[in-house]
């Protein structure tokens, strides 16, 4: 079976601009979660979506925002690009009533 | 006082050796706790999970939780140089199943 999925793997953008991330869960998992992580650090919860709605936001400012479709696979939207953003981000699923969270390969973003 | 500490290391550790990694936590209603092993470059990969108080086995790992001290290990007997990575404590956390990490700590399993 497919693990988690995430596109793109690498992405450069330049300050102030948008991007948008994407991930796909494991199949017969329903729950989506975002986490950055920058280097150095254990990654940091953003989101997590539970049939298409939101369950938890972290502490990230409203720049960042997410949404999750009717097949699961869910958007992280950030805009107006920071140098801070620069990071990991990794995305999780878990199966319905489980706790375990299996990681995607994340997508590496660099802000210049 | 942070949510999730372990001792950054790096931690170095001769092939063959028993590699010992320790964990706290702050909040002392958390019931599940997850050991992540991530390679440079790479993303965590889920290595052991436990609930309960004791140890739990699987394989080389051995997960080791203690409620009362808010303390969880983890131990790798015959550590190989393939082990050599950064190891994530995780406690699972509030209403949201959010995973609240620790900054890990770096294994060198030496040759």
């Known amino acids: 079976d497919a693990g988690v999925t995430q596109s793109p793997t690498h992405l450069i953008k330049t300050r102030g601009q948008h991007v948008t991330l994407r991930c796909s869960p494991i199949?017969?998992?329903?729950?989506v979660s975002w986490y950055q992580q920058v280097l150095g650090q254990g990654p940091q919860f953003i989101f997590q979506?539970?049939?298409?709605?939101?369950?938890g936001r972290g502490n990230f400012p409203d720049r960042f925002s997410a949404r999750q479709f009717p097949n699961y696979s869910s958007e992280l939207n950030v805009n107006a690009l920071l140098l801070g953003d620069s990071a990991l981000y990794l995305c999780?699923?878990?199966?319905?009533?489980?706790?375990?969270?299996?990681f995607g390969p994340g997508t590496r973003l660099l802000v210049l | 006082q942070k949510e999730v500490e372990q001792n950054s290391g790096p931690l170095s550790v001769p092939e063959g050796a028993i590699a010992s990694l320790n964990c706290t936590y702050s909040?002392?209603?958390?019931?599940?706790f997850f050991w992540y092993r991530q390679y440079s470059g790479k993303s965590p990969e889920l290595i052991m999970f436990?609930?309960?108080?004791g140890d739990k086995e699987d394989g080389r790992f051995t997960a080791q939780l203690n409620k009362a001290s808010q303390y969880v290990s983890l131990l790798i007997r015959d550590s190989q140089p393939s082990d050599s990575a950064t190891y994530l404590c995780?406690?699972?956390?509030?209403?949201?199943?959010?995973?609240?990490f620790g900054t890990g700590t770096l294994l060198a399993v030496q040759p």
């Open positions: 999780a699923s878990s199966s319905p009533g489980g706790e375990t969270q299996y």
């Open positions: 199949s017969g998992h329903k729950s």
């Open positions: 979506y539970y049939e298409k709605e939101e369950r």
């Open positions: 909040d002392r209603g958390s019931q599940s």
């Open positions: 436990i609930y309960s108080n």
């Open positions: 995780a406690v699972l956390g509030g209403a949201t199943n959010k995973l609240i």
